[in-house]
């Protein structure tokens, strides 16, 4: 059977050029949280997506892998067991973090540096080893998730705002370094989302924050998905090196 195509119709760049329709994905941390909405939101759109995940049973749905970002073992043998069932991953969210506040004279070195190690060294292991078959395949898709607290510090977070500030020039280096590979580097800097990393803040800090962002509420983590899907879809081809605010106006103007 033969399809009729309009004259002047013109197929997306992936699907001329004879790719799958759908990409291979990962999602750092896809269990729960945010990351759980973000490998919803591509599963719904009919990519193949897999997550990492610590401990506990994952959810159904997705290519489950588990992996420690803090070990570059680990996240080797979890890219193997992905590109064996999905082909080399095509778009990578590294969105796994963690937080471990505290005012500065009582942080200790280890509070500092583990949480450097999760979410700054983490993230460089698995973008690292992702590229491989980004450069094979010269195209690829690359979205960080770094946090409000990044761009406007906070106190009791030095830790944690170190290690997200380092994702956007982390990023902005490499999509001058692999532009022209066609691979691009976005970040996107969430606010205050429901998710189990704020559900630890008492009323009056959640009150206080809310009194702060000019949409007047937490986001969704379905909210922040949305966005990391645009920065992954054709519509966002000509975008790389930029840091996307999904904060309700909480952190504008840096
Ligand atoms: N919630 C917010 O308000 C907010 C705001 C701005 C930015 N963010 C950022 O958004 C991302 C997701 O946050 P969330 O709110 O969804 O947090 P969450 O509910 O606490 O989930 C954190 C996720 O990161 C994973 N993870 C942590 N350390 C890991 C490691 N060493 N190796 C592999 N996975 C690890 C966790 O896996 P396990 O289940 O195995 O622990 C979990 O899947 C984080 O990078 C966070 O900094 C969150």
Redesign the pocket.
Known sequence: MSVAIPIGFRLPDRYRKGDPLSRSVLV?????????AIARAFADAGDKVAI?????EPPAGFLAVK????DGEQVDQAYKEIEEQHGPVEVLVA?????KDQLLMRMSEEDFTSVVD??LT?TFRVVKRANRGMLRAKKGRVVL?????GLLGSAGQAN?AAS?AGLVGFARSLARELGSRNITFNVV??????????AVLTDEQRAGIVSQVPLGR??Q?EE?AAAVKFLASDDASYITGAVIPVDGGLGMGH
Do not use: H
């Not at 990492?52 to 506990?56: E, F, L, V």
């Not at 998730?145 to 607290?149: E, G, H, K, L, Q």
């Open positions: 750092t941390g896809g269990n729960r949280g945010i990351g759980l990492t995940y610590r401990s506990g992996c420690d970002i803090t969105n796994a973090g963690v937080t999760t979410n983490g998730i770094s946090s409000v607290v944690y997200k800097a969430p606010g205050f989302v429901d998710t189990d990393m704020t937490y986001a983590p922040i």
